[in-house]
């Protein structure tokens, strides 16, 4: 079981201008795969924040961090370049991501502006490799630091949604072979069902117990955890 940390960088994503739809359709993706989203962070487009919060998630030891967010051309989109600056390494430009721009912007509609947004979107850290983005200009990239792998994806919802359904999806995740199952309850409090339930729940550590309360009622899920651990065996 990979564990997954997702971070979404944007100040847009904290004032409240912008929803962070990104990281719960991750989240909804990563259900099928053997992959446990144990954290998802949201931060604003600062260096010392982006800085501070990779390291913290890096002394975690999770085996993959999903960033997204922080790829554009303007000022404030600073992901790449803070992460050159928490690894002390030089940037590099992708030869091919700006041979690919510049087909998008030919030669009589450039100046000097678009080449510098060509070359800014065509930037990745040493050690890290492209991860093509053919919905938009960002290009995107992975790499390690430690023991947990990075994927830096644009924000953009429908260039990210689609570089994780074509790169990181059958390259790094594998469908999960362990089995959940939702039981609903209604006339019965969370409180009320837990203490029914609590020696079952204490008895059973390699499942997962999660309770959600909603209008109509309780709904228990449980999740194995590891692959020999059956929910069918619980009594």
Same mark, same amino acid.
């Given at each position: 079981?990979?564990?997954?940390?997702?971070?979404?960088?944007?100040?847009?994503?904290?004032?409240?201008?912008?929803?962070?739809?990104?990281?719960?359709?991750?989240?909804?993706?990563?259900?099928?795969?053997?992959?446990?989203?144990?954290?998802?962070?949201?931060?604003?487009?600062?260096?010392?924040? #982006?800085?501070?919060? /990779?390291? @913290?998630?890096?002394?975690?030891?999770?085996? %993959?961090?999903? &960033?997204?967010?922080? *790829? !554009?051309?303007?000022?404030?989109?600073?992901?790449?370049?803070?992460?050159?600056?928490?690894?002390?390494?030089?940037?590099?430009?992708?030869?091919?991501?700006?041979?690919?721009?510049?087909?998008?912007?030919?030669?009589?509609?450039?100046?000097?502006? #678009?080449?510098?947004? /060509?070359? @800014?979107?065509?930037?990745?850290?040493?050690? %890290?490799?492209? &991860?093509?983005?053919? *919905? !938009?200009?960002?290009?995107?990239?992975?790499?390690?630091?430690?023991?947990?792998?990075?994927?830096?994806?644009?924000?953009?919802?429908?260039?990210?949604?689609?570089?994780?359904?074509?790169?990181?999806?059958?390259?790094?995740?594998?469908?999960?072979?362990?089995?959940?199952?939702?039981?609903?309850?209604?006339?019965?409090?969370?409180?009320?069902?837990?203490?029914?339930?609590?020696?079952?729940?204490?008895?059973?550590?390699?499942?997962?117990?999660?309770?959600?309360?909603?209008?109509?009622?309780?709904?228990?899920?449980?999740?194995?955890?590891?692959?020999?651990?059956?929910?069918?065996?619980?009594?």
């Amino acid at each position: 079981m990979k564990l997954v940390c997702i971070l979404a960088i944007g100040d847009e994503l904290l004032n409240g201008s912008t929803i962070d739809t990104n990281s719960q359709w991750i989240k909804e993706q990563l259900r099928n795969f053997n992959a446990n989203v144990v954290k998802s962070i949201i931060i604003p487009d600062n260096q010392s924040s #982006i800085i501070s919060t /990779i390291n @913290s998630i890096i002394d975690e030891s999770f085996d %993959f961090l999903i &960033i997204t967010g922080g *790829l !554009g051309p303007t000022h404030d989109d600073i992901t790449k370049e803070s992460i050159s600056t928490l690894l002390g390494k030089d940037m590099y430009i992708d030869s091919e991501h700006v041979k690919y721009l510049k087909s998008i912007y030919p030669s009589t509609y450039r100046n000097k502006k #678009i080449d510098c947004m /060509i070359k @800014s979107q065509a930037m990745l850290v040493n050690s %890290f490799k492209p &991860i093509e983005n053919n *919905l !938009g200009t960002a290009l995107g990239m992975v790499g390690k630091i430690e023991d947990t792998k990075l994927f830096v994806l644009p924000g953009v919802p429908l260039e990210m949604r689609r570089i994780f359904k074509d790169y990181i999806i059958p390259n790094y995740l594998s469908e999960s072979s362990l089995e959940t199952f939702t039981f609903r309850t209604s006339g019965i409090s969370e409180s009320k069902l837990y203490l029914l339930l609590e020696d079952i729940i204490n008895e059973n550590s390699k499942l997962k117990f999660s309770f959600l309360p909603h209008f109509y009622g309780v709904n228990l899920r449980m999740s194995e955890l590891e692959v020999e651990s059956s929910i069918g065996q619980i009594e």
